[in-house]
């Protein structure tokens, strides 16, 4: 079965702090998607990255970036110098590319990240 | 860059109404999706529908749900009896192609309630 734990209910940091998110899934796939998406106040979902399991290379875009450890079945996303404009809901999520299966999204609990000035 | 469209942005509606939530999805998309979010809650999945059929539903998905494709472009989701639990906010995903998440998109969601 799916699942994805993100264990930070609510994290609080002072603007221009870095912050780390923390995700961790489960699939018995060997082939998947990972997914990252920020939910402003506003309510919609805001898609950031998505990552084949086949490609373990972190990325960086701008202040984002994310750190995929298959041996610990981790997607952590950091960000640098963050902007109040970042406080959000922040999910991680998984879909398993199998072939015989759909390909419905299965999402983490969400953290709530608040950027003080 | 296309767009999955929901209509309305918020639909209020007494316990036991009927209501239907609109999506169109992107044009050259065949696999389609609702999902739920409570409030203050994850976002959890639905139903899938391809080809003119479910493809795969959530325990979520009982009896007071159901979805069609009436005219090839909308997506719609229909709750026959609404209850306050169903109070929510709804989205619509559409994707081009199964397993490989390709263009996988979500609509700006419906916000429901149910009063």
């Known amino acids: 079965a799916q699942k994805v734990t993100q264990a930070q209910t609510e994290i609080s940091v002072v603007e221009k702090e870095d912050v780390t998110l923390d995700c961790v899934y489960e699939t018995r796939d060997t082939t998947y998607y990972l997914f990252w998406y920020k939910q402003p106040p506003s309510g919609e979902l805001v898609f950031l990255i998505r990552?084949?399991?086949?490609?373990?290379q972190n990325e960086i875009s701008g202040r984002y970036s994310w750190n995929f450890q298959k041996s610990t079945s981790s997607f952590n996303f950091t960000i640098t110098a963050s902007q109040v404009v970042d406080s959000a809901v922040y999910f991680c999520a998984l879909s398993e590319a199998n072939e015989a299966r759909d390909d419905k999204i299965i999402f983490g609990k969400g953290t709530r990240l608040h950027i003080l000035p | 860059e296309p767009e999955v469209t929901q209509t309305p942005s918020h639909q209020v509606t007494q316990m036991g109404q009927e209501v239907i939530l609109h999506c169109v999805p992107i044009?050259?998309?065949?696999?389609f999706y609702w999902y739920r979010q409570i409030l203050g809650q994850k976002v959890e999945f639905l139903v899938s529908?391809?080809?003119?059929?479910?493809?795969?539903k959530s325990e979520i998905f009982d009896d007071q749900f159901s979805v069609e494709r009436p005219d090839g472009s909308n997506f719609t989701l229909k709750i026959r009896s609404t209850k306050l639990e169903d109070s929510a906010m709804y989205f619509c995903a559409s994707s081009a192609r199964q397993s490989t998440n390709y263009g996988y998109t979500f609509g700006s969601g419906t916000r429901l309630t149910v009063v």
């Open positions: 529908f391809y080809n003119n059929e479910i493809s795969e």
């Open positions: 044009s050259n998309h065949l696999y």
């Open positions: 990552r084949n399991s086949f490609d373990e």
